[in-house]
């Protein structure tokens, strides 16, 4: 879907297959229709949001709703993802959701001296997960109010 007339798009950064559709598949069958962009690792993540690389030619100002973002990616990895959002500028305040597996107390202690927003930790039941990715999907993009555009 074009981001022009959708601005309200997800981005979910995440390597494993099967945790893609599985949160495709939530976010839908929770009737949340935004459009979701997936980028499989961290390069490709910045990539998307700092329009460069492969997504040179997107409008930078047009930033996703909220960035689903697992920690354990290829490339460049999910807290240096973060860290990356947290000191521009532009991105500074967009919201990020830790989705990950992961249930390192440090993972999530960095995650939130980093700024994250919240961290989700994979549930490992097929319903479980899938009810955690409806309830965040709903939170972010239904209930929570973001700062206006523009403001940094």
Do not use: C
Not at 35 to 40: E, F, G, H, L
Not at 106 to 114: P, V, W
Not at 130 to 152: D, H, T
Request: aromatic share 6%; no cysteine; glycine share 4%.
């Amino acid at each position: 879907m074009n981001e022009r007339r959708n601005p309200n798009t997800i981005l979910l950064v995440e390597d494993n297959p099967n945790d893609e559709a599985l949160t495709i598949r939530s976010l839908s069958k929770a009737g949340v229709a935004n459009s979701v962009v997936v980028t499989r690792d961290g390069e490709e993540a910045l990539d998307y949001l700092f329009a460069t690389g492969a997504h040179a030619d997107r409008d930078p100002s047009h930033l996703p709703a909220v960035v689903l973002l697992d920690l354990k990616l290829p490339k460049v990895d999910g807290l240096q993802v973060l860290e990356k959002i947290r000191s521009s500028p532009s991105t500074r305040a967009l919201p990020v959701v830790v989705l990950t597996s992961s249930d390192e107390e440090r993972d999530r202690t960095e995650s939130y001296n980093l700024g994250v927003n919240s961290y989700v930790r994979k549930p490992i039941k097929f319903e479980d997960f899938s009810e955690a990715v409806r309830q965040v999907g709903l939170y972010w993009l239904l209930l929570n109010e973001p700062p206006p555009r523009g403001r940094k």
